[in-house]
């Protein structure tokens, strides 16, 4: 386009953007990866890649407009991750009170129930 560099810079920032959070999401799920190789019990990983699949689906459905838009992602698709994040809920919701607890904030600070020890 003949743009000037700071135009152009200005013009590829957002991608840049995107691209950097990208990338730190990618070093996230290589690393929860790494952990889901160790040593654990059957259930506990089962748990575990849940977790990880549901944070997974929830930042599609964050983004869902970029993949629609791009063409990554038909309309089926995003019904398909809507399904899926529906799934994992149910397997997680078992495992809520544990998951909360595991992260040992107070009840007074989540001012949930949820995350009470006593359930």
């Not at 560099?5 to 200005?10: D, I, L, Q, R």
């Not at 078992?94 to 595991?102: E, R």
Request: aromatic share 6%.
């Amino acid at each position: 386009d003949g743009l000037s560099k700071e135009h152009a810079w200005n013009r590829a920032s957002p991608w840049l953007v995107r691209a950097s959070q990208a990338h730190a999401e990618l070093l996230l799920y290589q690393h929860f990866a790494d952990v889901l190789r160790e040593e654990m019990s059957a259930s506990l990983r089962a748990v575990l890649l849940s977790c990880v699949l549901l944070y997974g689906l929830h930042r599609i459905e964050e983004h869902s407009i970029f993949f629609l838009e791009t063409g990554t992602l038909s309309s089926s698709h995003m019904q398909s991750v809507h399904e899926h994040v529906a799934r994992h809920l149910a397997i997680l919701r078992p495992n809520a009170v544990s998951l909360v607890d595991a992260f040992c904030h107070h009840d007074m600070t989540l001012l949930s129930a949820l995350g009470a020890k006593d359930g």
